[in-house]
Nanobody, 127 residues
Framework: QVQLVESGGGLVQTGDSLRLFCTASGRTISALAMAWFRQAPGREHELVAGSSWSGSLTKYADSVRGRFTTSRDNAKNTEYLQMNSLKPEDTAVYYC????????????????????WGRGTQVTVSS
């Protein structure tokens, strides 16, 4: 089993930056595909960014590409989401998710594809 805990969310203004953290326990993330999803009120989960187990394959939503960067530190068993130039439409609960997957050939994009989830951290961007 893998336990994921997100942190780093908060209330910021348009144009500000935030860095989200996803700390894992129970398993090493070095053998897991990791992803960040978000859910705004009244909307479904949306894939924001993610990386394959090796980090060689990454994926970003069109709405965040160039502004958000995902990375991981296997020694700290932590996944990061650096969010720059934040916009009000980025307001959502952000979730960290992990999948038992050591493939670098395909990146899974649906919430149902992921085995483990954190409880989320709220990000609010004021205009």
């Amino acid at each position: 089993q893998v336990q994921l805990v997100e942190s780093g969310g908060g209330l910021v203004q348009t144009g500000d930056s935030l860095r989200l953290f996803c700390t894992a326990s129970g398993r090493t993330i070095s053998a897991l595909a990791m992803a960040w999803f978000r859910q705004a009120p009244g909307r479904e989960h949306e894939l924001v960014a993610g990386s394959s187990w090796s980090g060689s394959l990454t994926k970003y939503a069109d709405s965040v590409r160039g502004r958000f960067t995902t990375s991981r530190d296997n020694a700290k068993n932590t996944e990061y989401l650096q969010m720059n130039s934040l916009k009000p439409e980025d307001t959502a609960v952000y979730y960290c998710a992990a999948r038992d997957d050591t493939s670098d050939h395909y990146f899974w994009t649906r919430p149902a594809d992921y085995d483990y989830w954190g409880r989320g951290t709220q990000v609010t961007v004021s205009s």
